[in-house]
């Protein structure tokens, strides 16, 4: 039922663990067929009767994703109307993750950086390789942090921390990640296996509909929170994109320079 999926790898273990692979490396950086595949498959898994519990991880070992493509919004400068769609399918896969029935288990095999990370922090477990950096750096191009960073960071850790990452764009190494309980652990990778399929066979031996329901219960204040503030949270982040600013971070980073802000 996921044959539309050629930027996602969709695999299936036994006792019901489906396994969501964003197949791009080395960074599995999101384009616009990886972005909407996603979201159609965290729709459609909930009518999956095969599936118990879902793994979402990156291929390779660099990166679980490094969020957007530099070069997309490159091209995305002087198309406004096509920026706007973009910011909308966004709120349409946070609706997708918060609606989600069942458990979903983030392996991060590498590091996670803006959309990727919060793919991360909205999935209901998270388990990285220690050497995993996690970050939201949409202030670093010209973003506002309005792909649900916003929402989810301080509900994790606290408003003063998570301001403090999310205005700067600072990254967190995973071990420190996990001791602030923004994921729930940081391992080797011998043991991220181990770990993150471990957690997913244990929830698929479990009371799937007290699982399912439980988890359903935990996210709705989020889903509260999500509805109240993402319509906002879109317009905030579709007009830094028209920014002076957000043409400069693109550029610099395509011409390799340090980029010079004006504040507009």
Known sequence: MYEYCKNVKVERRGNGILVL????????????????????????????????????????????????????????????????????EARRLL????RLEKPLITRLN?????????????????????????ADPHVAVGYAAGDGGALIWPQLIGYMRAREYLLTGDPILAKD?????????AVPMAELDTVAFGMAERLANG???????????INLPLRRHF??????????????????????????FVEKRPPQFTGN
Do not use: W
């Open 207 to 217: 009371a799937t509909i007290a699982i399912n329901m439980t988890k359903q219960a």
């Open 95 to 98: 609706n997708a993750l918060l």
């Open 110 to 134: 590498g590091h996670a950086i803006g959309l990727g990370a919060t793919l991360a922090l909205f999935s209901d477990l998270c388990y990285a390789v220690e050497t995993a950096r996690i």
């Open 21 to 88: 692979t964003l197949d791009s490396p080395p960074t599995n950086a999101f384009s616009d067929p990886m972005h909407d595949e996603l979201r159609h498959a965290l729709e459609d898994v909930n009518y999956d009767r095969e599936t118990k519990v879902i793994v979402l991880t990156g291929a390779g070992e660099k990166a679980f994703s490094a969020g957007g493509d530099i070069q997309h919004m490159r091209e995305l400068l002087d198309q406004p109307r096509q920026t706007v769609e973009g910011f909308v």
């Open 227 to 252: 509805e109240g503030m993402i319509d906002a949270s879109v317009f905030f982040e579709a007009i830094s994109a028209m920014s002076d600013d957000h043409r400069e971070a693109v550029m610099a």
């Open 177 to 185: 990640a996990a001791a602030m309980g923004l994921i729930n652990k």
